[in-house]
């Protein structure tokens, strides 16, 4: 049970971290925490977006790493 909150002040400013292996809950609590009326940034869903094709972090990945990092289909 999270604690309620005014989305004024008190918790509202805390960060929580959630950690965990591939698994265990990480999106499925995070999930539930946003539906409670939190703010969640989810870092799985920002790195994907940074390394879809045609990005700048895919592109530097590719500089970085080489082409033979890349499966066929990429």
Known sequence: ???????KEGIRNMIV??????GSGKSTL???IE????????A???GKTLLLKGEKGYKLVVEKFGEKILKENL
């Open 1 to 7: 049970h999270l604690p309620e909150h005014d989305g």
């Open 17 to 22: 971290g959630i950690t965990g292996n591939i």
């Open 30 to 32: 995070g999930k539930f």
């Open 35 to 42: 539906l409670q009326g939190f703010e969640v940034i989810d």
């Open 44 to 46: 799985d869903v920002i």
